[in-house]
C-alpha cells in the first residue's frame, strides 16, 4: 500500500486497516508454521505495510501536537 493512500484516509479507517493488517500478520505467521507459504515474502510486505500505517498515525499525531502549540 503507497503511502499516498494512507494520506488520503480519515483516522478512524486507518485504525480499523492497522488492526485488519495485525491479524492478517499473525494468521499468516501461524499458517507458514505449519505448512510452508506460497510465497514466504508476504510475511515482509504486511509488516512494511503495518509500518507505513503506524508512521503516518505518528505523524498524525505529531501534527496534531504542533497544532495546539
Known amino acids: 500500500m503507497k503511502s499516498n493512500v494512507l494520506i488520503e484516509m480519515p483516522d478512524n ?6 488492526s ?13 508454521a505449519v505448512s510452508p507459504l506460497e ?9 512494511r505495510t503495518i509500518a507505513r500505517i503506524m508512521t503516518e498515525i505518528r505523524r498524525r499525531e ?6 495546539t502549540k
Open 13 to 18: 479507517e486507518i485504525s480499523d486497516l492497522l
Open 20 to 32: 485488519e493488517e495485525r491479524d492478517r500478520l499473525a494468521k499468516m505467521k501461524m499458517s507458514h
Open 39 to 47: 510465497n514466504p515474502h508476504q510475511i515482509r510486505f504486511t509488516k
Open 62 to 67: 505529531i501534527a496534531q501536537v504542533q497544532k
